[in-house]
């Protein structure tokens, strides 16, 4: 057994990473990563953009408190931007008025800087969108397209320059409550700690069941995407990233290609998932249908999982029947544009039970993120309509 950690973070995604970062400068720090690489699942697999306009209260606190360490990071933190502009475009037909009614409503109450456009307009910014499709259209100007890799790098050597050690191949083995904390088994060491902070990503359940921790009820579900050629000489950098109003496909820019998905969610247990047949034809013939776009080849396909409780809002604080056992979970497709402001309030739940000043300030409190809400639903453990396997 080596020098004893004050906290062992398990699964070394952007959220793991991201916590140990900010955990570092409280105490000695081991990020566990089961993979031989960190990042391997659902983080390496993201096309993440920063968008204001989305999610509940509980995540767009998140998200404006994550603004500026994506655009402004500190001195050293990373070499070169991790972010870039990129609009955000709604667009919707006839039948979804109410879907685009229903953004501009969501926008207005937290003040977000959402602005409806002309078809014409959209058409302007986006001109392969079909004139006779598109009805209603809503544009976040301010929306970021994020460099997932770029940031991760930046979290891990900034956690390493921190003191912070990063084991890869440790898989979990088993977790047990003692006296003063906690102990972690891995195949080839045991760590004693005081904290333990679950970022597992779809495996956060599993890694529950191995401390003997009642779950959350984390449902994973797989997202697809692919790549393709845009029109020839199209300038698609300049592209906003489209999003279908009742969020049934988006597409954007990733370089000189385009990136697109269906936006599935299909319950998954967790595992390393990959696309099917079906996910990849439907979002073909949905652009199709939207756009002029031709698909004649895919470039590349792939799928993620994006991990959801109940009532699809993040959870993160320490759970109420474990002492000492924090939860970072339930980040759905957020979970890269919260991330700087998630591992915030994950190190100041653990050191002083209270939220950011910046995440109080938007009205909310350390009990709407932690998983004792669930509890009191009564939705938790059993609520997945898969069962995990380890």
């Known amino acids: 057994m080596g020098e004893r950690p004050d906290f062992v973070v398990i699964g070394a995604g952007i959220a793991g990473a991201s916590a140990a970062y900010e955990l570092a400068p409280h105490g000695r720090v081991v990020l566990l990563e089961r993979e031989s690489l960190p990042g ?90 079909r004139e006779d499709y598109v009805a209603r259209a809503v544009c976040e100007f301010g929306a970021l397209h994020i460099d997932v890799a770029g940031l991760l790098e930046a979290f891990l050597r900034g956690f390493r320059r921190r003191g912070g050690e990063i084991v890869t191949g ?44 009642g779950r959350i009820g984390l449902q994973p579900k797989r997202r697809t995407a692919i790549t393709f050629d845009p029109p020839s000489g199209a300038n698609v950098l300049a592209w906003p990233c489209v999003v279908d109003a009742d969020e049934d496909f988006y597409f954007k820019p990733e370089g000189r290609v385009l990136l697109a998905s269906p936006c599935d969610e299909t319950p998954m247990e ?54 000492g056992f924090c939860w970072i979970a339930g980040q759905g497709g957020f979970g890269i544009m919260t991330a700087p402001a998630a591992a915030r309030t994950v190190a100041q739940l653990v050191t002083s039970g209270e939220l950011p000043e910046d995440i109080r300030a938007c009205g909310l409190a350390p009990a709407d993120y932690s998983p004792e809400r669930l509890l009191r639903s009564g939705k938790t453990e059993g609520d997945s309509p898969m069962v995990a396997r380890a």
């Open 40 to 129: 391997h699942h659902t983080t390496g697999r993201s096309a993440a953009f920063w968008v204001e306009n989305y999610g509940a209260p509980t995540i767009r606190a998140l998200t404006r408190g994550s603004r500026d360490l994506l655009v402004d990071p500190p001195e050293g933190f990373s070499d070169h931007p991790l972010t870039t502009s990129n609009p955000m475009l709604w667009i919707g037909r006839t039948d979804q008025d109410a879907s685009i009614e229903g953004e501009l409503a969501k926008a207005k109450q937290a003040s977000s800087a959402l602005e409806e456009l002309t078809v014409a307009q959209a058409r302007q910014l986006c001109p392969v969108l």
């Open 170 to 213: 440790a898989e979990v083995l088993g977790i047990g409550r003692r006296e003063q904390g906690w102990r972690v088994e891995t195949p080839s060491e045991v760590y004693e700690c005081a904290f333990v902070i679950n970022a597992a990503g779809a495996w956060a359940d599993v890694v529950a069941d191995r401390a003997g921790v």
């Open 270 to 323: 967790p595992h390393d998932v990959t696309p099917e047949d079906f996910e990849i034809a439907l979002v073909a013939d949905r652009l199709q249908r939207a756009t002029t776009l031709e698909i004649r080849h895919i470039g590349r396909s792939w799928a993620g999982l994006r991990n959801f409780v109940a009532d699809r809002e993040p959870v993160i604080g320490i759970d109420p029947a474990a002492p």
